[in-house]
């Protein structure tokens, strides 16, 4: 039995081109604003059943907040219709039926009557709403003097302390510190063991794939795919790296339009001259790197991977006046920079002038040991000298899709025995 269906729904907004802030202007344009049409949601189609936990991921401005609101009732869909049964509790963002100058007593009570509480049955969990926000010391200042931290446990702790059979969630629970996370966590794996319904907002794919039990990936206001969370999580990663290169893509193409209208009669810039050798120029040394590939162990091109399969990196090039051998370090990196893996070949030297002018540098993976996440790659080639030939850095990106339950950044296999205590040593 589905708790929550949503049946072709979509959410038109208008966005006004022009902003009018004098009375003149209005008067003169007859009160109408210029605007044109935006649809963050278009003809989404899901059936959300009892006792489930679904994720919703997507990119931002996917349209997900925006689904999550419609469900809750805040907004109502331009065309479809969504169909709830049974009491629904929502956290969709900070500080949401707050009141800044009223209390935090008095919020509570605010909050829980609007989901149909009377006073009595908010005296009797006043106190665990409290305890679990851990709030008592400022429960009777005004909420607009407390931290986001604080906004957070209250509303979240309001939320789960009603008793609701749908309970949302939108990403707002990343502002909450680890140790208040760990806790709501703990209260969501509560809530699935009683068999209440949760549908999570959420950029952590990990946790998509830790407590639910099915997915949601919404693109550009689509439903780009729907089903279990392992499968929902790698067409989000799909998605992921998609945009990503096609941005990288448009980004190389204005910045080639960019440098091609520059006179090209530039200088030539010296590298730093090394005691007692000769200046080298870089226009001797010229490398372009026209596209990078990923793929799978088959040679079929691929932008996600799964841990432990082998993932072949080619960069292929275009070289001229190289006549020396090179050391090679090829890299991989997380989104935020992290240095994940580079390997040195200084010992495996090749030459490019064994090569054509153009051809392809392949980097071999095997048994790929990274977990969940969206990584990226970068070449540089080297002289004996340890001087830059070539630099291409972090642009090109692939995804990793886990089918384990493990969690982190690598793969660690470890193997697990008991050992009886008179063959310890």
């Avoid at 008095?106 to 009377?118: E, I």
């Avoid at 009669?265 to 007692?276: L, R, W, Y």
């Amino acid at each position: 039995m589905s708790t929550v269906s949503i049946q072709g729904v979509s959410k038109r907004f208008r966005l006004p081109d022009q902003r009018f802030n004098s009375l003149k202007e209005r008067l003169l344009h007859f009160g109408k604003v210029p605007y044109h049409e935006f649809w963050a949601l278009k003809d989404i189609n899901v059936e959300i059943k009892e006792g489930s936990t679904t994720g919703l991921l997507g990119r931002n401005g996917s349209g997900k907040s925006t689904l999550l609101k419609c469900i809750a009732g805040i907004l109502q869909p331009t065309t479809g219709q969504i169909v709830v049964r049974g009491r629904l509790a929502s956290m969709l963002e900070l500080g949401s039926g707050f009141h800044p100058d009223l209390s935090g007593r008095d919020n509570v009570y605010l909050n829980a009557s609007l989901l149909g509480f009377t006073r009595k049955d908010i005296d009797s969990r006043f106190d665990s709403i409290v305890e679990f926000a851990e709030l008592s010391e400022f429960i009777d200042s005004q909420v607009k003097h407390y931290s986001s931290g604080m906004y957070a446990r209250l509303g979240f702790a309001v939320a789960v302390n009603v008793d609701p059979d749908i309970l949302l969630v939108d990403e707002v629970l990343a502002v909450g510190d680890e140790a208040f996370q760990d806790k709501c966590m703990d209260r969501i794996k509560q809530f699935q063991t009683e068999g209440r319904t949760i549908i999570l907002v959420t950029h952590d794919t990990d946790q998509v794939r830790q407590i639910c039990d099915y997915a949601a990936v919404l693109s550009k206001g689509d439903l780009a795919y729907q089903g279990d969370s392992l499968e929902s999580i790698r067409s989000y990663r799909d998605i992921l790296v998609t945009d990503a290169n096609t941005e990288e893509a448009l980004h190389s193409a204005v910045s080639h339009t960019e440098s091609s209208s520059e006179t090209t009669d530039a200088p030539v810039i010296e590298e730093e001259k090394p005691e007692g050798k000769s200046p080298q120029l870089k226009s001797e040394r010229i490398i372009e790197v026209t596209s990078v590939d990923f793929k799978d162990r088959f040679g079929q091109k691929v932008v996600s991977v799964s841990t432990g399969e082998t993932l072949i990196v080619e960069f292929s090039y275009t070289a001229k006046n190289i006549a020396e051998e090179l050391i090679s370090v090829f890299s991989i990196y997380t989104v935020r920079g992290e240095t994940v893996f580079q390997n040195y070949q200084k010992d495996d030297l090749f030459s490019l002038m064994d090569l054509e002018e153009s051809g392809v540098i392949r980097f071999e993976v095997e048994d790929l040991p990274l977990l969940d996440g969206t990584f990226k790659v970068s070449l540089g080639l080297y002289d004996m000298q340890s001087r830059v030939v070539f630099q291409r850095d972090s642009m090109d990106s692939f995804s990793v899709t886990n089918p384990t339950k493990n969690t982190g950044l690598v793969n660690v296999k470890v193997r697990p025995s008991i050992v009886a205590e008179k063959n310890r040593f």
